[in-house]
């Protein structure tokens, strides 16, 4: 065997040795980081933390309502909301007792101002009068952002599809449970609402999530609102920034009242 042979039989020896079965070049082993683990504190100061320093708010403020709350309505006037339909004036009755009640067939409500992420409180009652069945007995909406529809209804022996029940997030969400007082008589929503996010180029991002409270029990658990609220359709999601509370004039002669409004702006 001469020279030139051994080499060619040496050459090939070291591929075959440096490739796997599959004749691909071996990788050298990737160098990974030793786990860092965090020491347990000894002392209880390292983990006390003394900052942000929580604003602090009177939880009973004036006729009570907590003092960073905005009051949207307290049975005064109607001075902070318009029509929706043209901005006019708002033609609902306002009532000695400081409520105020849907004018039959005048048009929805909206606040002037214009919000995102909410606290919402809200007191509503319906008709003492069982006036029709179904989805038009005291049949209105709470709104947030214009276009998720929280369900104002008079479901006391008086059933209906369960996702647009009282308390229902309209077409979507069926409440946990049924909490409504008497006919006639006031319930109260509490709210915790987080509004949805949008990239530049109009995606949704995040969904927006809704935390109610029907007169103290808890009707919906963060949920994650799919979309717009439509009568008919699927819900939409067109890109959107902040937006009116909106109420509902069904039409139907419902004789929905409200009163003790106020939001408190939450951050995303």
């Known amino acids: ?17 440096c490739t796997n079965n599959k004749g691909k070049v071996a990788e050298e082993p990737i160098e990974t980081k030793p786990k860092v683990e965090l020491k347990e504190p000894t002392d209880p100061k390292e983990t006390e933390l003394y900052k942000p320093v929580p ?6 403020g004036q006729h009570g309502v907590p003092s960073d709350a905005i009051v949207l309505f307290n049975g005064e006037n109607l001075d902070n909301w318009v ?9 609902w009755v306002l009532n000695d007792d400081g409520s105020m009640t849907v ?17 919402l409180h809200i007191e509503w009652r319906s008709s003492s009068e069982k006036r029709a069945s179904g989805q038009n ?48 008589e006031w319930n109260v929503y509490d709210i915790i609402y987080h509004a949805p996010e949008f990239n ?21 658990d ?3 609102i799919k979309g717009t609220t439509p009568y008919i ?4 999601n067109n890109p959107h920034g902040k937006a009116a509370l909106k109420l509902q004039d069904h039409g139907d002669n419902s004789g929905v009242s409200y009163r003790n409004i106020w939001v408190r702006e939450l951050k995303n």
């Open 1 to 17: 065997m001469n020279i030139r042979e051994t080499t060619l039989i040496v050459l090939a020896t070291c591929l075959f040795a």
């Open 55 to 60: 604003p602090t708010v009177n939880p009973t």
């Open 83 to 91: 029509h929706t339909k043209d901005g006019s004036p708002v033609q």
């Open 103 to 119: 004018k039959d067939k005048s048009g929805d409500i909206q606040t002037k101002q214009k919000f995102d992420c909410i606290q």
């Open 137 to 184: 007995r005291s049949n209105s909406g709470v709104f947030l952002q214009e276009r998720y529809e929280v369900q104002v209804l008079d479901n006391n022996d008086n059933d209906t599809y369960v996702n647009g029940q009282v308390g229902s997030i309209y077409k979507q969400s069926i409440p946990l449970a049924k909490a409504s007082v008497p006919t006639g």
């Open 200 to 220: 530049s180029e109009g995606d949704k991002t995040k969904s927006a999530t809704i935390t109610i409270l029907h007169n103290g029990i808890l009707i919906q």
């Open 222 to 224: 963060h949920y994650e």
């Open 233 to 236: 359709g699927w819900p939409k």
